[in-house]
């Protein structure tokens, strides 16, 4: 069998969609598995709805999401000639013929039929007109688009990798137009023009292009080349079986990352939307390149689910590396407004990867592990004022100032450390830690809640640990002055 070639075509009209996301995945698994290669190409055609600044936001979203490209990019827009050429030959061989029809006369036309109930097709009469009248319409300054001459009886046949086998009556096929009278090609014409002079051997794209097949398989036919093997990937719907949209939510990518979203997760989610390995649901990436076929996708709609991505998502936060996550979780510490860029930077990696460590089990994204982490990170402290009412209390006094001066010179600011040392210190008082463990945390984080006391102080380092303390001795001197 000849080398596998795919392609995605994303047209630059909005940012990259969760729902073309999974279909260039399973064009890049297919590719894969196939060892074979996955070409991107950018259908840029519309220059009415194009918007050239998505093109870069478009791939940053595929390389984020690490389904890099092989061949590529390529610009439909800076592919007219070829287009061209292609229509050219079809004229000359009998295939397309010209028509002067305005879009005017068109619309007038095709309203009439619609009001006597008639369908509203093309009525060919330029298909045969004669060289007198092409003379007429060109003395008249028209310029003419290229129409497609489309069979009038028969079937034709799409023989779908996931959707089996699709019948469409051909009479129901218009004489469409291939080129347009200023030149441009028109989609359909354009996509099968790039699909065989970039050799491509499957064409897997949503099935919201299905109709669109048909109209393509009749180029094929004019322009005599083999017919690809075609794989319409269901749609991804919303939880009420509506097309998944913003008011649903998140559904570019871009989105996703900015909330925190690993791509792992992302791409694992989208990889089972439609797929399926027996009950299998996390998958690695080359477990998924090993195991995807395109014959297990199911023909019926995916349906998004949130909380399964966010499962993942868990999973993946839990299962990483904290180091990784952890640089990724810097990012978002000044996304959300919780440090400067520069403050951000300084924070050692380790720092991160412990923080990322203590709060996973409870974190689901990066969003949730930044705002968890930024009160152990921030160099000033906002209390809680019920937290200092309620733990903050003149008989706290001396055993905070005793805990100050004992871990003055503990010899490792480590958990372990600080946890053996306050407790051989509270022993001495008569104490145990629970007499003291809350005033401390309100204390150093200024909270009621967190992370392991000991943790948060191997985290905020001695120097935070000695000054807070003390900073929360001279409020309780303070607030017993007061009363
Ligand atoms: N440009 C089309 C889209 O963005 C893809 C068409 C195709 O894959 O043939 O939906």
């Not at 940053?60 to 050429?85: A, I, K, T, V």
């Not at 309203?111 to 319409?137: G, I, S, V």
């Not at 997760?265 to 009950?279: I, K, M, P, Q, T």
């Not at 984080?445 to 943790?455: H, I, K, N, S, V």
């Amino acid at each position: 069998m000849a080398e596998v070639r795919v392609r995605f075509a994303p047209s630059p009209t909005g940012e990259l969609h969760v729902g073309s996301a999974r279909t260039t995945l399973f064009n890049w698994l297919f590719a894969k598995h196939q060892r074979g290669t996955y070409i991107l190409r950018f259908e840029d055609t519309d220059t009415e709805r194009n918007r050239p600044e998505l093109v870069e936001p478009i791939m940053e979203s595929y390389r984020w999401l690490g389904l890099l490209w092989d061949e590529g990019p390529y610009f439909q827009s800076q592919r007219f000639e070829l287009y061209r050429q292609h229509a050219q030959k079809l004229l000359e061989q009998g295939h397309a013929y010209k028509c002067y029809c305005t879009p005017e006369e068109l619309e007038a036309r095709r309203k009439e039929a619609m009001a006597a109930k008639r369908n509203p097709r093309y009525d060919r009469r330029c298909r045969d007109l004669t060289p007198e009248q092409e003379q007429a319409f060109i003395k008249e300054g028209r310029k003419p688009a290229l129409r497609i001459k489309a069979p009038s009886t028969g079937v034709t046949v799409v023989d779908d990798l996931i959707r089996g086998r699709v019948e469409f009556d051909s009479t129901d096929l218009d004489d469409f137009i291939i080129q347009r009278g200023d030149g441009r090609p028109t989609y359909n014409f354009a996509v099968v023009v790039d699909d065989v002079l970039m050799k491509i051997t499957h064409v897997i794209r949503a099935d919201e292009h299905l109709n669109n097949t048909p109209k393509q398989i009749l180029i094929y036919r004019a322009l005599n080349y083999p017919l690809p093997v075609f794989a319409h990937v269901p749609m991804v719907l919303a939880k009420d079986r509506s097309k998944l949209s913003k008011r649903h939510g998140s559904t570019a990518v871009s989105e996703f990352q900015d909330r925190g979203i690993l791509p792992e997760a992302l791409v694992n989610y989208l990889a089972r939307l439609g797929w399926s390995h027996g009950d299998q649901e996390i998958f690695t990436i080359d477990e998924l390149i090993q195991h995807f076929a395109l014959e297990q996708v199911h023909p019926s709609a995916a349906i998004f689910d949130e909380e399964k991505l966010l499962w993942l998502n868990h999973h993946y936060i839990k299962s990483g590396d904290p180091k990784k996550i952890g640089e990724q979780v810097r990012a978002f510490l000044v996304k959300r407004g919780h440090m400067s860029e520069s403050d951000a930077q300084a924070v050692p990696s380790e720092t991160l990867a412990k923080i990322v460590d203590f709060f996973k089990e409870r974190n689901r994204t990066l969003v949730e592990l930044a705002d968890s982490a930024s009160y152990l990170l921030k160099d000033s402290i906002s209390y809680d004022p019920e937290g200092v009412k309620k733990f903050l209390t003149p008989d706290k006094f001396p055993l905070l100032e005793g805990l100050a001066i004992a871990f003055s010179d503990v010899p490792e600011f480590k958990t372990a450390t600080l946890d053996h040392v306050a407790r051989g210190y509270l022993e001495t008082k008569g104490k145990t830690l629970k007499d003291v463990a809350q005033s401390c945390r309100v204390a150093i984080t200024g909270r009621t809640t967190g992370a392991g006391l000991f943790e948060t102080m191997e985290i905020l380092g001695r120097d935070k640990v000695i000054t807070r303390l003390r900073q929360a001795n001279t409020l309780i001197s303070q607030a017993s002055r007061e009363n």
